[in-house]
């Protein structure tokens, strides 16, 4: 669907922030859980340029500008245990800033490993979503590490957590599993705030 992507930006303080009236789509989920993997895969590109957010780096948003109509926003992926103290301040800090923030949010994408159940943080952002009064959706990443038996019971276990009104499905970057459901997600997000 995107026919151009490119890295904008990586916000370290709300002020950086990237306001112009294109629509968010954000991207929320623990570190590693294959967030940047996930906007590669739908985005169609190998890598994608970026300040790094590996542990000991600074903690930030990043924005890509898709289509030159609207922004992918990656959040920092929270849940990392080696952390310092510091940084996981920093960290809720900005994710709160940017989730609170009067950014024209479309749809945020909540990735969860479809291998193991939802962790507390998983949870308590859950919790936050569902009270937000926002589009959300969840991506099952990693669906092409379990054999599809599995991969279905742990879709449907994970259905039952969440509730019949959430849209869940099943994805994998490595295999593109999810990636056209994902893409008309996007896409009618996009529509409904223009
Ligand atoms: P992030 O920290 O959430 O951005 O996670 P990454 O996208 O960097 O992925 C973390 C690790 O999981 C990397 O080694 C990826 O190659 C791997 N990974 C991510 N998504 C998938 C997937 O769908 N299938 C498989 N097999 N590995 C994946």
Known sequence: MFKKIDFVRSAGAPNQFLR?????????GKSNVGKSSAICKLANRKNLARVS???????????FLADDSFYL??????????????????LAKITEGYLFSDCPICLILQLLDLRHPPTADDLLMIDWLRQSGRAWAVLATK??????????K???ALRQQLGEDVPVIAFSA?????????????????????
């Open 53 to 63: 957010a590996q542990p000991g780096k600074t903690v930030t948003v990043n924005f």
């Open 174 to 194: 490595q295999s593109g599993q999810g990636k056209e459901q994902a893409l008309a997600w996007i896409s009618s997000a996009i529509m409904a705030k223009g």
């Open 20 to 28: 112009d009236g294109r629509p968010h789509v954000v991207f929320s």
């Open 143 to 152: 669906a092409d590490k379990l054999s599809p038996t599995a991969a279905s």
């Open 73 to 90: 926003v990656d959040l920092p992926g929270y849940g990392y245990a080696k952390r310092p103290r510091s940084q996981i301040e920093a």
């Open 154 to 156: 742990a879709l449907e």
